[in-house]
């Protein structure tokens, strides 16, 4: 049968509101004809029920969630069957959901919320318990002020023979706008760390009234999206708890209690401003209207040249003796005089004149090619870092270049830098690779972290061989 307001439900609880509805589950404010009290009741499978070997697993699993006991968690009172629908019994919890809050709460609130919700968290986390589905919906007030969090302690096991029972139902393990980006591996089954980027996320939604991602969660960010900005008028401290909780690696991610302990005393936080550099680079003025707020890894762009106007050309690093990039007028000028030449002095000196002419060209081309490799070469060796080691790939394409031009006779600016870059890179490719093979040794045995990390090790081990020899 489909519930619906009016319903007697368990021949108890007459159903007064429908309080929220998910994947494969409901929620009801009723009133308990026994007690007279108004109380939150959640009913799973609503209107299909579960067979009787599905009902035995699930209320199996539920039954652990009365073990669980913390100020942070709202733990129910009751768990039963009716129609073969199972159910649970809680607080009713008249201040609503964190949903209700969001952009509404002042920063002091909002470090309240995130102690209280990871102080939760760390609980479940030191008992192996993986919430699954972080989101304001499932954070609740109650009538002291304390945030809970509710729908804990639903397994992975348990949700699948809810998605075995609940046609046309999503049992997915969590709700898609908050799921980590390791969510959406090979390997997506739900970790702490995931649970630390859903609350990140429910962070990010309750400064900004947007998730960081969209609907399409972590996803994106496993994608290449860049960390969107939080442009709230918070402190930094603020700002960079949600960038870490944000943060693509799990590893880089801190943990639930570590959380609880910044939010006691936000002051005592070390803060890695470079973390928050992002919100200085993107104060730009965007490329163009309406921009999306995903933002995805591409080169930087100019945004002081006037559209549709030359590119004004580059000055060269301040070396001495370099020149600057060859104008037009010069490749003139030699032609003249070349021809004036060639008038002067006949058709047996004329092909020395053009050779003259060719190698000058040639010249002013290296050295300008030069100054580009070499302005390239700087670019990518400061964009690359541990997720992007294809950036070193191309610096040492620049190197391999610039050593090309320098050993060619008709370069003849006295500007010799590749040995330099080339010791510069190797030094970056010795750092990052150090950096892999710890991240290696920490990550899970047979997860993709630790593959994705050996293959790292493997190729920043093959480029300094490379820069060695």
């Given amino acids: 049968m ?3 307001e009016n319903t007697l439900f368990a021949d108890r609880y007459q159903l007064e509101r429908l309080l929220g509805r998910g994947g494969f589950s409901e929620v009801w404010l009723a009133k308990d004809n026994w007690t007279h009290l108004h ?9 299909q029920g579960m067979d009787a070997n599905g009902l035995s697993e699930f209320c199996g699993e539920l039954a652990n969630v009365f073990d669980l006991n913390h100020t942070n968690l709202l733990k129910p009172t009751h768990v039963d069957t009716w129609n073969e629908m199972p159910y649970l019994i809680m607080a009713y919890c008249s201040q609503g959901s964190l949903a209700g809050k969001i952009q509404k709460m002042s920063e002091e609130e909002i470090w309240r919320m995130i102690h209280d919700v990871a102080s939760g968290l760390a609980y479940l986390h030191d008992r192996d318990v993986v919430h699954q589905d972080i989101k304001p919906d499932n954070i609740l007030v109650d009538e002291f002020g304390n945030y809970v969090i509710t729908d804990f302690g639903i397994s992975s096991r348990a949700r699948s023979t809810l998605r075995k029972s609940v046609v046309g139902g999503s049992v997915s393990g969590g709700t898609t706008a908050f799921m980590a980006p390791e969510r959406f591996s090979h390997q997506p089954s739900p970790t702490k760390a995931s649970d630390v980027w859903s609350f990140g996320a429910m962070v990010y939604e309750v400064l900004e009234g947007i998730v960081p991602f969209g609907e399409v969660g972590g996803g994106l ?18 700002k960079y708890t949600v960038y870490k909780m944000l943060s693509k690696e799990p590893w880089d991610r801190p943990f639930a209690k570590d959380l609880a302990k910044w939010a006691e005393d936000p002051s005592s936080i070390r803060i890695d401003y470079d973390l928050l550099t992002m919100e200085e680079e993107s104060a730009t003025p965007p ?4 921009r999306s707020t995903q933002r995805f890894d591409a080169p930087p762009v100019d945004t002081t040249t006037p559209v549709n106007q030359p590119e004004p050309v580059a000055a060269p690093k301040a070396v001495a003796g370099q020149p600057v990039e060859k104008k037009k007028s010069k490749a003139w000028v030699w032609v003249v005089a070349a021809l004036v030449f060639l008038l002067v002095v006949g058709g047996s000196a004329a092909g020395v004149v053009m050779k003259i002419v060719h190698d000058n060209r040639i010249s002013d081309e290296l050295a300008h090619e030069h100054f580009q490799q070499s302005s390239s070469f700087d670019r990518l060796l400061s964009e690359a870092n541990i997720n992007n080691i294809a950036a070193l790939d191309s610096a040492k394409d620049c190197v391999f270049r ?6 060619n006779s008709l370069y003849k600016v006295p500007r010799q830098v590749a040995s330099d870059d080339r010791e510069a890179l ?5 750092v990052l690779y150090q950096e892999a093979c710890h991240r290696y ?4 045995e047979g997860s993709n972290a630790e593959i994705r990390n050996r293959e790292k090790c493997n190729q920043l081990s093959n480029l300094i061989h490379e820069l060695e020899q």
Avoid: F, H, M, R
Avoid at 39 to 45: D, G, P, Q, R, T
């Fill in 221 to 238: 960010q496993k994608g290449g999206a860049e960390l969107p900005i939080i442009t709230a008028d918070v402190s930094d401290a603020l």
């Fill in 426 to 430: 190797l030094n970056q490719a010795k």
């Fill in 402 to 407: 610039l050593e090309q031009i320098e050993e």
């Fill in 441 to 444: 040794e920490i990550a899970p």
């Fill in 39 to 47: 109380i939150a009741i959640k009913v799973y499978a609503p209107g």
């Fill in 2 to 4: 489909q519930l619906q």
């Fill in 287 to 290: 490329v163009s209207p309406g």
